[in-house]
């Protein structure tokens, strides 16, 4: 009889994170689907059927996420998978000179907040429970799969939040490897270049054929069923750990 997996992704009601529990569930997993109450993350789990379960998370609560692995424990008894898409961006300089106005340090925070604290938020608890697997046949008991961005490396004018987010998850990708490899729980963040999801809906139509075409090929954005597919290839190769992975096309910004 097969083993079941049990999966548990943030931001799963949109955009990577909602192809991510598709493809997941396609390939027999049971996922623990966790976004904002606030998101269409209940309806989208009916949609995708019964191996999926809704619960309400603000990745930046601990009461939340505690919740969220709970509902985890109570429901399959264990975890081996966490996809952390739970994101939001922001388009801001540093400066406006014209109307001499800084960068509001709410926003800053709060962008930090979601993408990086959230993360650490999901990770630092939910490998508890990661961690009670039995070890298989190379010693390892499950996997961490965070998400960068392209800004980690080449920011954009207006993404100094968004950068200092990303960077930091692709920061933290080696030390979190580290950290629990004598548990032998793996841990990989994807960079993605420029992705068809609803976070970039509000670029005009020129702006993103411009980006489209600066692509290396293939000229157009990513689907966010080549993010998942990657979360698969990560998940079922034991050899990948503590490496950050572009999924971009080959796009560099300039
Ligand atoms: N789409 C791209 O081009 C692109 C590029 C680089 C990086 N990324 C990253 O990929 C990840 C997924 O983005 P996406 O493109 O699927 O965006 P999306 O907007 O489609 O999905 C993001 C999801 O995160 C949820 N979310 C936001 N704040 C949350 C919070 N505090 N707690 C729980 N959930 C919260 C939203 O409700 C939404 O469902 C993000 O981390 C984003 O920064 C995306």
Request: proline share 4%; charged share 20%; hydrophobic share 40%.
């Amino acid at each position: 009889m097969s083993k079941v997996l049990v999966s548990l992704v943030t931001g799963a009601a949109s955009g990577l994170g909602k192809a991510t529990v598709e493809r997941l569930v396609k390939d027999g997993h049971k996922v623990i689907m966790c976004d904002l109450p606030t998101s269409l993350g209940k309806t989208v789990a009916e949609t995708i059927g019964s191996n999926t379960n809704f619960v309400p998370v603000d990745v930046r609560s601990e009461t939340d996420v505690q919740n969220a692995i709970d509902t985890c424990k109570n429901l399959h008894g264990k975890l081996d998978l966490i996809v952390n898409c739970a994101g939001v961006s922001l388009a801001r300089k540093v400066y406006n000179f014209n109307k001499s106005s800084a960068h509001d340090l709410e926003e800053f925070i709060n962008v930090l907040m979601v993408n990086t604290v959230g993360s650490f938020n999901v990770i630092r608890l939910g490998v508890a429970l990661i961690g009670s697997n039995e070890p298989d046949e190379n010693g390892q008991r499950g996997v961490v799969i965070n998400t960068s961005g392209y800004s980690a490396y080449d920011g954009q004018t207006g993404q100094v939040a968004f950068a200092a987010s990303k960077g930091a998850i692709a920061a933290m990708t080696l030390p979190l490897a580290r950290d629990m490899a004598l548990q032998g729980i793996r841990h990989c963040s994807i960079a993605p270049g420029l992705f068809d999801t609803p976070l970039i809906n509000h670029l005009p139509s020129k702006v993103k054929n411009y980006f489209a075409d600066m692509t290396l090929s293939p000229k157009r954005f990513g689907k966010p069923e080549e993010f998942a597919d990657l979360v698969v290839n990560i998940f079922n190769n034991p050899f990948f750990n503590g490496e950050v992975i572009r999924l971009d096309g080959g796009i560099r910004f300039i």
